[in-house]
């Protein structure tokens, strides 16, 4: 007999190695800033990379750290990118 209060999984699980790497690279992108802008790169197509960071992150061990060297030049190029010109009233 089943149990029908057992939850039933919706999607594969992960490895214990897989889970990880997927904390890793959640906590590494969090230095992008807020909530929004985490989940914005994790999960959109990334051109450099050639996939979603998180699957990328996921899969091996080389495709978390080809994720930690975007998160670190979209850092490093927010950092060198002049700050937003401010606005002068004039009246």
Do not use: T
């Given at each position: 007999?089943?149990?029908?209060y057992r939850?039933?999984h919706?999607?594969?699980?992960?490895s214990?190695?897989?889970g990880k790497?997927?904390g890793?690279a959640?906590?590494a992108a969090q230095?992008?800033?807020?909530?929004?802008?985490v989940?914005a790169?994790?999960n959109?197509p990334?051109?450099?990379?050639g996939?979603r960071p998180?699957?990328?992150a996921?899969?091996s061990?080389?495709?978390?750290a080809?994720?930690e060297?975007?998160?670190d030049?979209?850092?490093?190029?927010r950092?060198a990118?002049?700050?937003?010109?401010?606005q002068?009233?004039?009246?």
């Amino acid at each position: 007999m089943s149990d029908p209060y057992r939850r039933k999984h919706a999607g594969p699980v992960l490895s214990p190695a897989e889970g990880k790497r997927q904390g890793r690279a959640v906590r590494a992108a969090q230095a992008l800033g807020d909530v929004d802008a985490v989940r914005a790169f994790l999960n959109s197509p990334h051109e450099a990379l050639g996939g979603r960071p998180i699957d990328l992150a996921v899969a091996s061990e080389a495709g978390m750290a080809a994720v930690e060297a975007a998160i670190d030049a979209e850092c490093a190029g927010r950092a060198a990118a002049p700050p937003p010109a401010k606005q002068v009233n004039r009246r």
